[in-house]
């Protein structure tokens, strides 16, 4: 639990300590760049339909299901479907998943999109385009 310190307009970076929240674009590859812009320096992306993407910095997706883990093994990062089985599996699957996100801020691990040099942008332009 934390106290919202700061809300950011798009496009504009961190500025104070503690938790900020960025007022953004939706689409997931427009939001992932404008996170990184804002200055973060890793992405945990849940995903139900397994979207390819990789940000411009490390991106752990997190699949919601485990067909689709299985299936896009090669784009996923961690299946947290097992929290479906209830109560019991929540201890053992939150001990993987923070050390996974550790292993990675931490440089041991690489995500998908770091193994598979998928790094991309995209910005939001208002208005008409020609």
Not at 54 to 65: F, Q, W, Y
Not at 114 to 124: L, M, P, S, V
């Amino acid at each position: 639990q934390a106290l919202v310190a700061d809300v950011l307009k798009y496009g504009e970076i961190v500025k104070r300590k503690g938790l900020s929240v960025l007022e953004g674009p939706g689409n997931d590859l427009v939001a992932c760049t404008a996170l990184a812009a804002a200055g973060a320096q890793m992405l945990l992306f849940t995903t139900g339909r397994g979207n390819p993407l990789g940000g411009p910095v490390p991106t752990m997706k997190i699949a919601s299901n485990h067909d689709l883990a299985a299936r896009k093994a090669n784009w996923i990062d961690f299946d947290a479907s097992p929290a479906l089985a209830g109560a019991s599996a929540w201890l053992e699957l939150d001990n993987q998943f923070i050390t996974k996100v550790l292993d990675i801020a931490e440089g041991r691990l690489k995500t998908k999109n770091e193994e598979n040099d998928d790094r991309e942008i995209a910005i939001f332009k208002q208005g008409v385009i020609l």
